[in-house]
């Protein structure tokens, strides 16, 4: 069973970075899409970056392209979003999320099979 735990969330005001980790366990695939999700009070849930390990293949929402960047350490069993230039609007609990397999879609959150317990990212402006 893949277990997920994110860290790094905080309050930052507009403009500001931060950097968000997920470390993963219980991995038996050789590779696994994963992503970070975010869930704002009222709003549905939606996809903000994610990326394929098998390949580096990486797929970006459009409100985040040029500030988010979403990279692996594969030695760590780690899974990052650098998040710059944030925007009040990006404020949200962020989820890391990883299923087996290339996804056709990889910001297609109901395809995903494993969930961390979400981090707070709240930005002030």
């Known amino acids: 069973q893949v277990q997920l735990v994110e860290s790094g969330g905080g309050s930052v005001q507009a403009g500001g970075s931060l950097r968000l980790s997920c470390v993963g366990s219980g991995y038996t695939y050789s590779s696994y899409s994963m992503g970070w999700f975010r869930q704002a009070p009222g709003k549905e849930r939606e996809g903000v970056a994610a990326?394929?390990?098998?390949?580096?293949?990486?797929d970006y929402a459009d409100s985040v392209k040029g500030r988010f960047t979403i990279s692996q350490d594969n030695a760590k069993n780690t899974l990052y979003l650098q998040m710059n230039s944030l925007k009040p609007e990006d404020t949200a609990v962020y989820y890391c999320?990883?299923?087996?397999?290339?996804?056709?879609?990889?910001?297609?959150?109901?395809?995903?099979?494993?969930w961390g317990q979400g981090t707070q990212v709240t930005v002030s402006s």
């Open positions: 990326i394929y390990t098998g390949a580096g293949k990486t």
């Open positions: 999320a990883a299923v087996e397999g290339l996804l056709y879609r990889l910001l297609q959150a109901e395809r995903y099979k494993y």
